[in-house]
């Protein structure tokens, strides 16, 4: 999937990652309250060594979209899209993250209702699903608002920092 995509929102930008955004990338995404509701892959604490690599990986993705949300010029947040393969090749699973400086502006959803409308228009994907753990209600409240509805609730499916959790499944379909 190419990364060559820009979308202007009301409160934001969605646009690829580029090396120039891993000061503000890491300054941003160093935040344990952040950390807390993404899978391990997602370091605590983040540094500028984090960040590159990260932004490296974005380049080489091809199934898959990550995109910056930048807001004044720097990179405060990301929505990203994992593809599915073989018999789950029409679905994909999304994520997302924003600075704590942003919560409760509204600035997720918007980029999240964007970023959904541009892979439905742009692939054959029917699915998009969200996998959230139990105690991040505010997730679950943008999803909802975006458009999502809670399918499934995993019992015990997912262990985050030494505590067992459940996992919500939220998903939109292809109208």
Known sequence: MAQQITIPL??????PFTLQDARSLALHANNLKIARNLRDA?????NLEDA??????????SDNL???IEIG??????VGMHRFKDVYRLKAEI????SEKYWGKGIVTEALSA???HIFSTTDLIRIQAEIFEHNKASMRVLEKAGFACEAIHRKAVIKNGKILDE????????
Request: no cysteine; proline share 4%.
């Open 52 to 61: 590159e690599k990260w932004i490296e990986t974005t380049k080489y993705e």
């Open 95 to 98: 994520g997302y993250w924003l």
């Open 168 to 175: 919500y499944i939220y998903v939109i379909f292809r109208q």
């Open 115 to 117: 970023f959904v409308r």
């Open 10 to 15: 009301s409160k934001s930008t969605l646009r």
């Open 73 to 78: 010029g720097e990179v405060v947040g990301a």
């Open 66 to 68: 990550m995109l910056a």
């Open 42 to 46: 997602f370091p605590h604490p983040y």
